[in-house]
């Protein structure tokens, strides 16, 4: 099963409505099972955009996105995703927050199986003793971590995330890391992780490969840097090694060259 991204192009009208305003031009990679991507590249270069396309959530100029051979043309259980913004519903608990998701997105379910994912999955990230709570009694993180619990809830098999730590201070930010990466390689059904990301800390740090995005007007796609680093990553220890300073160098590079020629432009 892959997530295929093939020569997708993806426009928004301009001053003419014959001259659209390219966002993604020719962007093509694949995402294989077991594997963690990231989309990284400065704001305005179509990251969200193609998660978007990813997702189903918006169509393609050019091009197509397959996932196991089947063209992804709208939103589908099987493509879950989680947005920077909490996104939950106020007047449920954490728990029914879960269970109303998982039992619209999975129909053919019995109650008890739906019970089984939600609490499997805020067990997983640290809240079944909160579950009974509603969003505006916990903090932002907790909130957070209940709308990647849900997202992994539904079985996916592809996650999609849009800066899911964005919001978030940094001792929450790395705590949610490794449990997201935690119950993607222990808990869950997922196969594939593609996220959007600004962090070039949490690219390295998570990823198993980097695809960097320019800004226009030349192909989107700058270069995709694989992450030689085995998993389990230790955030302590993974910072010194030279494999995670040569991504580093690598992504800095690339923005920083992307930087100045958006400025002459």
């Known amino acids: 099963m892959s997530l295929v991204i093939d020569q997708v192009w ?6 003419r409505s014959d001259d659209p305003q390219w966002v993604l031009r020719d962007v093509s990679f694949t995402v294989e099972p077991g594997e963690f991507v990231s989309l990284i590249g400065h704001s305005g270069c179509g990251k969200s955009t193609l998660l978007n396309v990813v997702g189903g959530l918006t169509t393609c100029d050019g091009g197509q996105v397959t996932l196991d051979d089947e ?5 589908h259980p099987d493509r879950s995703m989680v947005f ?4 939950l519903l106020p007047r449920l608990s954490l728990a029914r927050n879960i269970a109303v998701a998982v039992a619209a ?3 053919e379910w019995s109650r008890d199986r739906v019970h089984t994912a939600v609490e499997r999955y805020l067990t997983g990230v640290g809240l079944w003793a909160a579950r009974d709570k509603k969003p505006h009694e916990v903090s932002g993180g907790m909130q957070q971590r209940c709308a990647v619990a849900r997202a992994f809830a539904v079985e996916p098999r592809a996650l999609l995330l849009d800066e899911p730590f964005g919001a978030l201070d940094a001792l929450t930010r790395a705590r949610l890391q490794t449990q997201l990466v935690d119950l993607w390689t222990s ?4 196969e594939i992780v593609l996220m959007v990301t600004h962090g070039i800390d949490e690219a390295t740090l998570l990823s198993d490969r980097i695809v960097v995005l320019r800004n226009p007007p030349g192909a989107s796609v700058a270069d995709i840097i694989p992450v030689a680093l085995d998993r389990p990553r230790d955030r302590v220890s993974v910072v010194d090694k030279p494999e995670f300073r ?3 160098e690598r ?6 060259r992307d930087g100045r020629e958006a400025d002459a432009a």
């Not at 993806?10 to 001053?15: C, D, L, Q």
């Not at 063209?71 to 939103?75: A, D, E, F, K, N």
């Not at 920077?84 to 996104?87: A, C, G, I, L, T």
């Open 10 to 15: 993806k426009g928004f009208p301009g001053r």
């Open 71 to 75: 063209v992804v043309g709208s939103p």
């Open 84 to 87: 920077q913004d909490y996104s």
């Open 105 to 107: 997105a999975r129909r």
């Open 187 to 190: 808990e869950s059904e997922t």
């Open 246 to 248: 040569h991504v580093q």
């Open 251 to 256: 992504l800095l590079a690339l923005l920083d």
